[in-house]
Nanobody
Framework: QVQLMESGGGSVQAGGSLKLSCVVS????????MGWFRQAPGKEREGVGI????????????DVVDSVKGRFTISQDDAKKTLYLQMNSLKPEDTAMYTC?????????????????????WGQGIQVTVSS
């Protein structure tokens, strides 16, 4: 059974930092595309970051959406079966429900048509609120 469980969300003032974690069971992270999504009230779900990383081969790639480049970093620890999203210099517009997801194929480019359909396992989400 595949399960994804997020933690690390909460409330922070603008300019602050949070680190989200997503513990994964039932999936070999090195063989999956892992992603972070977010959805703010009244807005569509947005892919924030993707990562494919095989620690045994020391190969992979990661990417984040332009609006968070230089502020957010996506990473994973295969041994701990955990996906991370380090969020620095947070802005009020980063306020959203953040969800981790896993897909069995190569990561599609962020923003590709029907991007979210590449992911078939989802966490329940965790709230991040940034106040000004």
């Amino acid at each position: 059974q595949v399960q994804l469980m997020e933690s690390g969300g909460g409330s922070v003032q603008a300019g602050g930092s949070l680190k989200l974690s997503c513990v994964v069971s039932g999936v070999d992270l090195s063989r999956y595309c892992m992603g972070w999504f977010r959805q703010a009230p009244g807005k569509e779900r947005e892919g924030v970051g993707i990562i494919t990383w095989d620690s045994a081969r020391e190969w992979g790639f990661a990417d984040v959406v332009d609006s968070v480049k230089g502020r957010f970093t996506i990473s994973q620890d295969d041994a701990k079966k955990t996906l991370y999203l380090q969020m620095n210099s947070l802005k009020p517009e980063d306020t959203a429900m953040y969800t981790c997801a896993a897909g069995p194929n190569l990561c599609p480019p962020l923003g590709a048509p029907q991007f979210s359909r590449a992911f078939n396992y989802w966490g329940q989400g965790i709230q991040v609120t940034v106040s000004s």
